[in-house]
């Protein structure tokens, strides 16, 4: 995954309790940091539908919590 990939959650992610928000929701990722503090939240990912009171919420996600974004059709 790079910078600017669409992304969604995957099986893994589902199935963590923090993540609820994010179910069949899209997100874009804004910031990879492989020196991160807890090398494990790597990905910094900006979910599109989800209220909050800043303009810009980016989440930080392992790589294992995200797949990149599926065209499923109906």
Do not use: C
């Not at 990939?5 to 990722?29: F, H, M, R, T």
């Not at 790597?42 to 065209?71: C, E, M, Y």
């Amino acid at each position: 995954m790079k910078i600017g990939d669409l992304v969604e959650l995957s099986s893994y992610g589902k199935n963590i309790q923090e993540n609820q928000p994010y179910i069949s929701k899209a997100g874009v990722i804004m910031r990879i940091s492989e020196h991160a503090e807890d090398a494990k939240f790597t990905h910094a990912v900006s979910w599109f539908g989800v209220k909050n009171r800043n303009s810009i919420h980016q989440v930080l996600h392992p790589r294992r919590d995200l797949k990149h974004l599926t065209n499923e059709k109906s």
